[in-house]
Structures are given as structure tokens and as C-alpha cells.
């Protein structure tokens, strides 16, 4: 069933791509012969019929729904811990079962994030910490975070682990998106 679920969501995405005028071919996403394309939810821009990158982020709430994912054609993966993130109702992954997905994942060229997109408490500081940094060893890609100061530290510490804003962050205004660019 969820395998199912994941090719379903996969397929909807790729739908609305050629519904929106794009040729869907392999991984890969063309425009037709206007200018301008605006590829709605992904968010994707292409412009004066030249061809972009564009990367199929898909999210996985178990270890089953990330096979899924991964085997329906994502180019990376998002998911959490059994803490930390905002799909608490979801099942999660473990610790181990994370460190098996960024295996599995990397041996066919698909990204893994780490979501770490909730507020954290003084006291889960150190355990969001460790856990990062635990799964940065073993390879992680990237983390999706809503905490800036969680950001902040986990860019001292790995700076050279890229950080994504959480949808759950609250930028408002130009000024907050220029400091999350530094």
C-alpha cells in the first residue's frame, strides 16, 4: 500500500508537468515553446527553451515509503527520526533504518535530507546534535531545519553540510531571507 501511495504521488507530479505543457522523459523535464514556464507546486522555472535541472524531492514517513520513493524515480529523499520533525503521526525512521536509507540511496544516486523542522527546547539541543552529526558521518546530504538556532550551530559545527529552510521556518520579510543566504 504504500509502495503504491509513493507511485501514486509520483505520478501526480509528473502529470501535472506534461498537463502544464512539459515532455517528461527519464528524469528529466522540457519545456514546450514559450519562454516562460511557471511548473507550479515544484516551483520550477524554465526560461527561453533552455532545459534545467530539476529535482524530484520526495518525502518518506517509513523506511518502506522511502524504498518506494527511491525505486519510483526521486532524486532525493526527505524524512526524520522518530524525533525532531513534524510528522510526528507518521512512523518514522530509526536511527539504524536512517543510516541503511542513506546507504541504499547513495548506491543509486539519490540524496537524503534530514528533517529537523520543529522548534527545539534548550534541553534537545545536544540530542538533535548528536543525531545530525551521527548521520552527517554516515553520509547525510543535507537537513531541512526550522530552528535557526539549531541552524546556526549545525553550520559551526559541519559547515559544509548544506542547510535547507523548513517550510515551518518563518521568513517574512527580505531582510530574515538574506541572513538564511549567508
Known sequence: RVLEMAIKEFDTIVNHAKSSGFVYQGSEIYGGLSNTWDFGPLG?????????????????????AFV??????AHA???GVNKFNARTMANNL???????????AHK???????????LLLDSEIKEALDIVCMLYKEG???????????????????????????TQMSVLNLEQAKYLET
Do not use: F
Open 94 to 104: 530509526t536511527i539504524e533504518e536512517y543510516i541503511n536509507a542513506i546507504d541504499y
Open 140 to 166: 547525510l546530504d543535507a537537513v531541512i531545519v526550522q530552528d535557526i538556532g539549531i541552524a546556526t550551530l549545525i553550520h559551526k559545527i559541519m559547515p559544509d553540510l548544506p542547510l535547507h529552510a523548513s
Open 108 to 118: 543509486r544516486d539519490v540524496m537524503v535530507y534530514l528533517t529537523l523542522n520543529t
Open 77 to 79: 529523499i526527505y524524512m
Open 44 to 64: 520550477v522555472e524554465l526560461k527561453n527553451n533552455i532545459k534545467n535541472e530539476v529535482e524530484i524531492l520526495a518525502p518518506a514517513g517509513s523506511y518502506e
Open 68 to 73: 518506494a520513493a527511491v525505486n519510483a524515480g
